[in-house]
C-alpha cells in the first residue's frame, strides 16, 4: 500500500518503521525535522503506568510499549546500556512526603505489590537513604520500581525513520495543506508542490492534528500543553535511580546532566522558556534534594505535548473518511507509548488486527 504519514514526531516515525518493516511504500511529510517538537525534548523515563488496575487498557498499552522498547533497543541501537539510543533499566523511585499521599500510595502498592514483573517494593526513609542518601528528610517513603527504563528520545525517534528509510520510506519537508478526499475515502495529501496520492494517511501531528482534521469536519479534543525541563550540572555522585514526586521528577541523564521538571502550562502555541518555569522547577528539586542548592544550570528547554481531557491517546482509524488513521494525544507519556501506538497505527492503516488492543482509545469516547 502507498502510505501518507503526517508528522515527524515519536508517533509518524515510529508508525514509519512498522509499516516500512511489512514492505509498504511510505511517505512521511514533516514541515519542520523530525523530532524537532515534543519527540526530541522529552524525558524519555519509561516507566509503567501505575495506579489504576494492572487490566486497565491504559496500563496494559504502556507495558506493551515498554516490551516494544526493549525489542526496538537492540533492533535499532544494540544491546540495552551499550547501544545509540542510550537505552538502559533506570529503577524508579515514587516519593511522598505526607500522610495523605502515602495512604494513597499504599493502596496502588497493595494492588501491585504480588506482580514480581514490576518487582515494585515500598521503601521507608531509611531504605530509600540506602538507594540515595541525598533525599530530603521531610520525605516519608515511596514506591521502588525497578522494571523501568531511559530512553534518548531525539535518537530514538531519529533511529525509527533511519530504519524506515532503509526500507524505502521518504521525507517530504512541506507542510500538509489538506487531506484529499473522495467518495468518503482519503485519496492522499495536499501540499504547496500539488496533491501526493495515497491509499491510506496517518495524522501523527501532534497538537496540530486537529487543524490537519477541521476539514474533514472531524472533532477531536487535543490541546498542547506546554512542558518545560531544565538541566543542571549537579554535584557527583549522579542519581542511580530516577525520582518522582508530584508530577515532576529528577534523573541523571547519559550527558551527564541532571535533568529535572516539569510544568504543565495551558498556554496555547507557546512554546517559549520563561524564567518563573525555571524558578519553580529548581525549587521543587532542591526541596527534595537539597543538595542541588549548590547545582548550576545548564540549559532550560520547552516542548508542546498533545493532551486529552482524560489525558489517554488517539489511536482510530473509524473517526473519518475511509483510509483515515489518527495517532496522537498521549501527553507527557509520548515517548513511552510511541512504539505501541506506532505499531497499532501501523495495522488499523493497512486494514489488519493490531497486536495490541487499542479499541479503549478511539476518538468515540469524547463524544
Not at 57 to 66: F, G, K
Not at 238 to 263: F, I, R
Not at 296 to 307: F, K, M, N, S, Y
Request: glycine content about 10%; proline content about 6%.
Amino acid at each position: 500500500m502507498k502510505i501518507s504519514i503526517i508528522g515527524g514526531g515519536i508517533a509518524g516515525c515510529s508508525t514509519a518503521h512498522y509499516l516500512a518493516l511489512e514492505g509498504h511504500d511510505v511517505t512521511l511529510f514533516e514541515r519542520d525535522s523530525l523530532a524537532s517538537h515534543a519527540s526530541g525534548f522529552a524525558l524519555g523515563g519509561l516507566v509503567p503506568s501505575i495506579g489504576g488496575h494492572p487490566d486497565d487498557p491504559y496500563e496494559s498499552l504502556s507495558r506493551y510499549s515498554i516490551g516494544l522498547h526493549k525489542e526496538l533497543a537492540t533492533q535499532l541501537g544494540g544491546p540495552p546500556g551499550a547501544g545509540e539510543l542510550d537505552f538502559l533499566r533506570k529503577p524508579s523511585m515514587m516519593l511522598i512526603r505526607d500522610r495523605e499521599e502515602e495512604a494513597m500510595l499504599r493502596q496502588v502498592y497493595s494492588r501491585y505489590a504480588a506482580d514480581h514483573s514490576l518487582d515494585i517494593r515500598w521503601l521507608n526513609l531509611g531504605e530509600l537513604s540506602h538507594i540515595e542518601a541525598r533525599i530530603s528528610p521531610d520525605v516519608l517513603g515511596g514506591m521502588y520500581v525497578s522494571e523501568a527504563y531511559e530512553v534518548d528520545p531525539y535518537k530514538l525517534t531519529l533511529a525509527l525513520w533511519q530504519s524506515a528509510e532503509q526500507r524505502g520510506a521518504r521525507i517530504v519537508n512541506r507542510e500538509v495543506l489538506e487531506i484529499g478526499t473522495t467518495d468518503d475515502r482519503v485519496t492522499g495529501v495536499e501540499t504547496s508542490d500539488g496533491m501526493i496520492a495515497a491509499n491510506a494517511v496517518v495524522v501523527a501531528a501532534g497538537p496540530w492534528s486537529p487543524r490537519m482534521l477541521a476539514n474533514l469536519g472531524i472533532s477531536m479534543p487535543v490541546m498542547p500543553l506546554k512542558g518545560q525541563i531544565i538541566r543542571l550540572d549537579a554535584p557527583a555522585p549522579p542519581l542511580k535511580v530516577s525520582l518522582w514526586w508530584d508530577d515532576n521528577y529528577a534523573t541523571t541523564k547519559s550527558d551527564g546532566l541532571l535533568w529535572a521538571g516539569t510544568t504543565e502550562e495551558d498556554v496555547g502555541f507557546d512554546d517559549g522558556i520563561t524564567d518563573a518555569a525555571r524558578d519553580l522547577i529548581i525549587t521543587s528539586a532542591v526541596e527534595m534534594l537539597p543538595y542541588l542548592e549548590e547545582a548550576e544550570l545548564v540549559q532550560q528547554t520547552a516542548c508542546l505535548r498533545p493532551i486529552t481531557p482524560d489525558r489517554a491517546p488517539i489511536i482510530d482509524a473509524g473517526a473519518g473518511p475511509d483510509g483515515l488513521t489518527i495517532v496522537t494525544g498521549a501527553g507527557r507519556q509520548g515517548i513511552m507509548l510511541g512504539p505501541a501506538m506506532g505499531i497499532a497505527a501501523a495495522a488499523l492503516a493497512t486494514g489488519t488486527e493490531p497486536p495490541v488492543d487499542v479499541s479503549a482509545f478511539s476518538l468515540a469516547r469524547f463524544s
